[in-house]
Each structure stands twice: as structure tokens, then as C-alpha cells.
């Protein structure tokens, strides 16, 4: 159950207790029930995706949470949708999670032996260490909605923000990074490797059309004939 009578859309804001992080984190709702309570949400920091747990282990106090609770609008569906558990659409007055933060993402190069931010060194080591690299979506793309749009008549569209969108393109894309060096650093024969690798090519290929996303071209997916 959740701890306050707020309905909740995919793409809002939630906190909850993340068991990668060992500690309560905000976490963004990517489905929610016909009555506005979470089922699956995404961590804000470590970006782990599992069931909503009921809210944070410890509650929060005071007006420090009330910025992110604001503005929420109740809404009914038509067409009797509410039947089932749906993924609700985000909505446009709300900030996403970003996948890299704009600290992060800008702050100098860092040294331990001067006032430094434990946080953020943090985070650049473990990035360091999994391969997985600081991705930013393009600046045109920032604030946008990707929209789901049925060719049926009389059924609802569907909504995300392009941040949340981007962020799941950036986790495909480094676990195929993770496969592709899990593949070269195996023990197969070499021909297994080279047919492994092709596949691996193939489904690069296939997602260059996300390319458009990224901002840096070298964070973009390289097909097999490097396009």
C-alpha cells in the first residue's frame, strides 16, 4: 500500500527503498494500476528497475518532499479503461530523472587530496570500472514527449518523456558493450565469437535509428559497416 492517498503516473517522481542501493532513493514510476499506485519503478541513482516496494523505509519529515508533490491532477479515462492496470502517461509539467546529471556531467576532473565530492567521484569510479559511460540526450530532445499514437480510433494514446525513453536505449546499449566483451573475453572457439559477434553487429544495426537521441556521436550505435 502506498503511504499517501496521491495518484501516481509513469514518469512521476516516487520515493522508495532501493535493495541495489540498500537505501531509500527516488525512483521514477514506469507503470502504475488503474488507481494511480505504483507496480514498477526505476531507480534514480542506480537505474535498477524492480517492483515498487510500498515507499521508503523511513518516512520522510517535514516540507523538504512537498517541491516534487504538487500540481497532481486527477483524471478519468474514457472508454472504460480503468478495468485493467495500465502504463498512465507522464505528464509535461514534471522533470524526468536525467540519465547522467548536469553535475556530473560537467564538473572538472576531480582529485582526492582536495574538497571533493564524495558522491560524485563515486559514481565516475564505478562508471569507470562497468564500462558504462556518461550518455546525454541531445539538447533539442530535452523536455520533449515521446508519443504512442494507436491508428484505432477510440483508443488512447500513450506518452513518456523522451528522458525516460533515452534512458532505457542507454541501458540496451551497454549491456550489449557488456555482451560484446563478455563474448571477446570467452573461451569459445574463434569461429563461435565471429557468428556471436555478428549478431551482436546486427542488433547495432538495428537501433541506429535511436541515433538521433545522442548528443555525442561517439555514444551513438555503429552497425557493422560503421554507419
Known amino acids: 500500500m502506498m ?3 496521491r495518484r501516481h503516473r509513469a514518469g512521476e517522481s516516487v520515493e522508495d527503498y532501493c535493495r ?8 521514477t ?12 519503478v526505476d531507480c534514480g541513482f542506480c537505474h535498477s528497475e524492480h517492483n515498487y516496494r510500498g515507499g521508503p523505509r523511513v518516512p520522510s519529515t517535514g516540507p523538504a518532499a512537498a517541491p516534487q508533490r504538487t500540481n497532481v491532477r486527477s483524471e478519468s479515462y474514457g472508454g472504460g479503461v480503468g478495468a485493467r492496470a495500465v502504463r498512465a502517461p507522464a505528464r509535461a509539467d514534471r522533470e524526468p530523472f536525467p540519465t547522467v546529471s548536469e553535475r556530473e556531467r560537467t564538473s572538472p576532473p576531480m582529485a582526492v587530496d582536495q574538497d571533493t565530492d564524495i558522491e560524485l567521484l563515486l559514481r565516475r569510479i564505478i562508471r569507470e570500472e562497468t564500462g558504462i559511460t556518461p550518455v ?23 506518452t513518456w518523456p523522451i528522458e525516460t525513453f ?32 555478428g549478431y551482436i553487429s546486427g542488433c547495432y544495426g538495428t537501433l541506429t535509428s ?9 555514444d551513438q550505435f555503429k552497425g557493422a559497416g560503421g554507419d
Not at 541495489?20 to 525512483?27: G, V
Not at 546525454?136 to 500513450?158: C, F, I, N
Not at 566483451?181 to 570467452?186: I, L
Open 136 to 158: 546525454v540526450p541531445s539538447d533539442k530532445w530535452r523536455g520533449g514527449t515521446l508519443v504512442l499514437r494507436p491508428g484505432t480510433a477510440g483508443l488512447q494514446e500513450r
Open 3 to 5: 503511504r499517501s492517498g
Open 29 to 40: 514510476v514506469i507503470a502504475a494500476d488503474e488507481e494511480g499506485r505504483p507496480i514498477r
Open 210 to 218: 535511436f541515433n538521433v537521441l545522442f548528443a555525442d556521436e561517439d
Open 20 to 27: 541495489a542501493c540498500k537505501t531509500d532513493r527516488m525512483h
Open 166 to 197: 533515452f534512458h532505457k536505449i542507454v541501458m540496451l546499449r551497454n549491456r550489449l558493450r557488456t555482451l560484446e566483451q563478455q563474448v571477446n573475453g570467452s573461451e569459445l572457439p574463434d569461429d563461435q565469437k565471429v557468428k556471436l559477434q
